[in-house]
């Protein structure tokens, strides 16, 4: 993880420190007569740190665009399901941190599928179409969710590809209502 935040990565935080603490958690217990037992337990919290530019920050002394990605990429690295679904990983994020996101997704969805929702033309321009579903919810059928491919027809979506490998990009095309198959 720090080897994808750190300083050799991302270089969000320059480290992270965890202080914990001791915390009581006392109860009681009534049993049969009225009689009450004290039991008392103990529980461990640990509480990070972040190194940032020689700083200590608490967590909620972090931007929101920090904080928010260390926990993304923690569960983009960390979570052990096949299916790990991600909504609108553009928010709070400036774009060329974004770049670096997407790049992780990408190379993490070789181990599990992954499913980003966005409404950004940033985050569509860093897939290809074959990647992306797009959902429509119509009052008939309910939500449909179809490829590009599936919405195109032949001729469009090689008119598609030549587009993005001559003049533009998966971005501005979405903007352009280009996925519009009305």
Known sequence: ???T????GLDLIDSIEFATYDIPDNSVQVLSGGKIKQIENHRTIA???FKVDGLNLSPNQLSEGTFKTLAL???IINDESDLLLIEEPEVCVHHGLLASIVELIKYQSAQKQIIISTHSDYVIDKLSPENIVLVKKESKTGTIASTIDETMSRDD???LKQYLQESGNLGEYWKESGFDND
Do not use: K, R
């Open 47 to 49: 509480v990070p740190s």
């Open 1 to 3: 993880y720090m080897n």
């Open 157 to 159: 979506f090689a008119l």
């Open 5 to 8: 935040v750190g300083p050799q």
């Open 73 to 75: 990429v923690f569960y």
